[in-house]
């Protein structure tokens, strides 16, 4: 790597210089700010290294000029004991480390390695969030059907704004995916974006969760914790299922959609944050408002723009090219023929699951298909069953090969799923099951 080595001490220069040159450095000296900077404007380098006090430019003015130039390039500073303030400001304004004289060899490679070891972390996070805005702009989505494309345009334009916003749809429609979306297009991309899924944390737990808990508030907290509601400060806060939140901390969640206050469990300091709430459910909280198990005020303080997703089989042109897509995220760079029929019976079939399953069946045929060429025989067999009339009608119209008691177990799910309009709660009641029981089996054979 290429180091410029800017100090008017000519000794320690040649000194710096041969410790660096001997660990591999490729070292450029300058003895004064102006020569260094001439330096720096003729050729890259990956490191400086420039004492802060000189008598023409000061080390302060070196390291402003230079991080105009590259903001890319480690800047290390040194400095006497004296003037380790000014290191302290240097590393304010964009330098990356310090060191203070006298120095040895050891320490100062420590320092130089710390210092690339941080740039190189930087570097990756910032192209990894590049990639996740690059991945949740709403223009890389698809969308074919006109009521999806308006959808997008409408996130679109709500991302710009701090409006709350109710994400509606079946579970696999999405809805998590429009959330990222609105948050990666927002004046708010740069900022966290926190997922709380509800119904997955215990109601004992989720207060603390949310708000998060001081020592020994409870049997456990061992120690001081901050809650997602922290955590999300200056971003965006994603409170999926939020149908499922329980009575008691709908009084809590609307003091924070109002005030953007809260305090944590067993502590009476409030704290104030800056955050943007988005919420989703597969559930109608219509309904619940009406049968008085979820907040009036709260359900309106949450839909003040609602996004209702359709379901994948009110949008089957859609299919192939979702299609598509899952082959080419999936298949491994590979080339895959998709026979006529296969497309033909996905885009016949319901998919209760939506866009999740639809991708899940990719995967499995992709697993299952043999020379690139996907066939009938690579699809699930309940995609194969003969359908006469309702999905319920068709359940034991039996191929002659048979079925799999799991498959079959999956088409009943499915069947009373489509009954209950996607109500959870009403088909474990048609089956005769706890809503847990349901769901537990809804995640193993439906992915």
Same mark, same amino acid.
């Given at each position: 790597m290429?180091?410029?080595?800017i100090?008017?001490?000519i000794s320690?220069?040649?000194?710096?210089a041969?410790q660096?040159?001997?660990?591999?450095?490729?070292?450029?000296?300058?003895?004064d700010?102006?020569s260094g900077?001439?330096l720096?404007?003729?050729?890259?380098?990956d490191?400086?290294?420039?004492?802060?006090?000189m008598p023409?430019?000061?080390?302060?003015?070196?390291?402003?000029q230079?991080?105009?130039q590259?903001k890319?390039?480690?800047?290390?500073?040194?400095?006497?004991?004296?003037s380790?303030?000014?290191?302290?400001?240097?590393?304010?304004?964009?330098?990356?480390?310090y060191?203070?004289k006298?120095?040895?060899?050891?320490?100062?490679?420590?320092?130089?390695?710390?210092?690339?070891?941080?740039?190189?972390?930087?570097?990756?996070n910032?192209?990894l969030?590049?990639?996740?805005?690059?991945?949740?702009q709403?223009e890389?989505?698809?969308?074919?059907?006109?009521?999806?494309?308006?959808?997008?345009?409408?996130?679109?334009?709500?991302?710009?704004s701090?409006a709350t916003?109710?994400i509606?749809?079946?579970?696999?429609?999405?809805?998590?995916?429009?959330?990222?979306?609105?948050?990666?297009s927002?004046?708010r991309?740069?900022?966290?974006?926190?997922?709380?899924?509800?119904?997955?944390?215990?109601?004992?737990l989720?207060?603390? /969760? !949310?708000?998060?808990? &001081?020592?020994?508030?409870?049997?456990? %907290?061992?120690k001081?914790?901050?809650?997602?509601?922290e =955590?999300?400060?200056?971003?965006?806060?994603?409170?999926?299922?939020?149908?499922?939140?329980?009575?008691?901390?709908?009084a809590?969640?609307?003091?924070?959609?109002?005030?953007?206050?809260?305090e944590?469990?067993?502590?009476?300091?409030?704290?104030?944050?800056?955050?943007?709430?988005?919420?989703?459910?597969?559930?109608?909280l219509?309904?619940?408002v009406?049968?008085?198990?979820?907040r009036?005020?709260?359900?309106?303080?949450?839909s003040?723009?609602?996004?209702?997703?359709?379901?994948?089989r009110k949008?089957?042109?859609?299919?192939?090219?979702?299609?598509?897509?899952?082959?080419?995220?999936?298949?491994?760079?590979?080339?895959?023929n998709?026979?006529?029929?296969?497309?033909?019976a996905?885009?016949?079939?319901?998919?209760?699951?939506?866009?999740? /399953? !639809?991708?899940?069946? &990719?995967?499995?045929?992709?697993?299952? %298909?043999?020379?690139?060429?996907?066939g009938?025989?690579? =699809?699930?067999?309940?995609?194969?069953?003969?359908?006469?009339?309702s999905?319920?009608?068709?359940?034991f119209?039996l191929?002659?090969?048979g079925?799999?008691?799991?498959?079959?177990?999956?088409?009943?799910?499915?069947?009373?799923?489509e009954?209950?309009?996607?109500?959870?709660?009403?088909?474990?009641?048609?089956?005769?099951i706890?809503?847990?029981?349901?769901?537990?089996?809804?995640k193993?054979?439906?992915?």
């Open positions: 290429k180091v410029l080595l100090d008017d001490d320690l220069s040649k000194v710096l041969y660096l040159e001997k660990n591999a450095y490729r070292v450029s000296t300058a003895n700010g102006k900077l001439q720096f404007a003729d050729q890259r380098f490191i400086v290294i420039s004492d802060i006090r023409d430019i000061s080390g302060i003015e070196v390291l402003q230079v991080r105009r590259d890319q390039v480690v800047v290390i500073m040194i400095t006497a004991h004296g380790v303030e000014n290191a302290i400001e240097a590393c304010r304004i964009g330098a990356d480390d060191i203070t006298p120095f040895g060899q050891e320490q100062l490679l420590f320092v130089i390695e710390k210092a690339l070891r941080l740039r190189k972390l930087q570097s990756e910032l192209n969030r590049e990639q996740l805005v690059d991945r949740y709403f890389n989505m698809i969308s074919t059907s006109s009521v999806m494309q308006e959808i997008l345009r409408n996130s679109t334009r709500v991302a710009q701090d916003v109710l509606l749809g079946e579970s696999g429609t999405g809805k998590e995916l429009i959330a990222r979306g609105i948050h990666f927002s004046p991309k740069e900022k966290p974006f926190i997922t709380v899924n509800c119904p997955s944390i215990p109601g004992n989720l207060e603390s /969760e !949310l708000f998060g808990h &001081v020592k020994g508030a409870f049997t456990g %907290a061992i001081d914790r901050k809650g997602k509601f =955590l999300a400060d200056g971003g965006t806060i994603f409170l999926d299922e939020i149908g499922d939140l329980p009575g008691e901390l709908q809590k969640l609307l003091r924070v959609l109002q005030e953007l206050t809260f944590p469990v067993g502590s009476d300091k409030t704290i104030k944050v800056d955050v943007r709430i988005l919420a989703a459910t597969n559930r109608n219509e309904q619940k009406k049968e008085g198990s979820f009036e005020d709260l359900y309106y303080r949450l003040v723009v609602p996004i209702e997703l359709p379901p994948l949008r089957r042109d859609e299919i192939p090219y979702l299609v598509d897509h899952f082959l080419m995220r999936h298949g491994k760079g590979r080339k895959w998709i026979a006529p029929e296969v497309m033909t996905l885009q016949e079939y319901d998919w209760p699951g939506n866009v999740r /399953e !639809l991708e899940n069946v &990719v995967e499995r045929m992709l697993a299952l %298909a043999a020379d690139e060429k996907i009938m025989e690579d =699809l699930p067999s309940y995609l194969l069953l003969k359908k006469e009339g999905k319920s009608d068709s359940l119209n191929p002659e090969e079925l799999a008691l799991e498959d079959m177990e999956r088409q009943l799910i499915e069947a009373t799923l009954k209950c309009d996607g109500n959870q709660s009403k088909a474990a009641k048609m089956l005769k706890p809503r847990h029981v349901l769901l537990y089996r809804m193993k054979l439906m992915g």
